[in-house]
């Protein structure tokens, strides 16, 4: 079975800071991995998906890299909108998401 | 623009049975997967099961597989999910969500991502 960890679990940071998030995957999921951000009391939005490939209308501070087992998501400069949980998700078996990084602002 | 329009919140009692619907306006629908995904209080994202109704097929998470059930009827492009035998443990926000396949290969077939999501709906599970 794959198991997905993401880290940190939580982060907080300053309004223009850039912001990774690890997703690990215990076993190559080729780039079948997509980013999702969650905003409290709303459903997910597709930000980044085949690991690397931002959604059409997504701002272009969010992108996403890796492949195999390790995968990086980033805002390259953190807006107060952006506070949120975001997920990464495999699809190389059933969808599983990771159990999420929680992002505030200082 | 896909939309997605889920039905009301539920409150049911523990051992009783539930059943969703997710209408789906603008575009595809035979040709699109659909996925249920619950989301319990404070808790992160879990895929239920998904249907690609061009195909008919169906797949569940070993976890729902035998409690849960996906449908669609395309007449009405109406997605369902009943699931039985409902716990306190099922509390959650349920989500349909639309999204795109990438290839079936014998049984098995790849969900790929989820770019249209309904509002949610609220289960509780209480006696």
């Known amino acids: 079975d794959i198991h997905m960890t993401q880290s940190p679990s939580a982060l907080s940071a300053s309004t223009g800071d850039r912001v990774t998030i690890t997703c690990q995957a215990n076993?190559?999921?080729?780039?079948?991995l997509n980013w999702y951000q969650q905003k409290p009391g709303k459903a997910p939005k597709l930000l980044i998906y085949d690991a690397s490939n931002l959604e059409t209308g997504v701002p272009s501070r969010f992108s996403g890299s890796g492949s195999g087992t390790d995968f990086t998501f980033t805002i390259s400069s953190l807006q107060p909108e952006d506070i949120a949980t975001y997920y990464c998700q495999q699809y190389d078996d059933l969808p599983l998401f990771g159990p999420g990084t929680r992002v505030d602002i200082k | 623009q896909v939309q997605l329009e889920q039905s009301g919140a539920e409150v049911k009692k523990p051992g009783s049975s539930l059943k969703l619907s997710c209408k789906a306006s603008?575009?595809?629908?035979?040709?699109?997967?659909f996925n249920w995904v619950r989301q319990a209080p404070g808790q992160g994202l879990e895929w239920m099961g998904g249907i690609i109704p061009v195909y008919g097929t169906t797949h569940y998470t070993q976890k729902f597989q035998g409690r849960a059930t996906i449908t669609a009827d395309k007449s009405t492009s109406t997605v369902y999910m009943e699931m039985s035998t409902l716990r306190p443990e099922d509390t959650a926000v349920y989500y349909c969500?639309?999204?795109?396949?990438?290839?079936?290969?014998?049984?098995?077939?790849?969900?790929?991502?989820?770019?249209?999501w309904g509002q949610g709906t609220l289960v509780t599970v209480s006696s």
């Open positions: 969500a639309r999204g795109r396949w990438a290839g079936c290969s014998g049984t098995r077939c790849y969900y790929a991502w989820f770019g249209a």
């Open positions: 076993q190559d999921i080729r780039n079948y």
């Open positions: 603008g575009g595809t629908f035979n040709n699109a997967a």
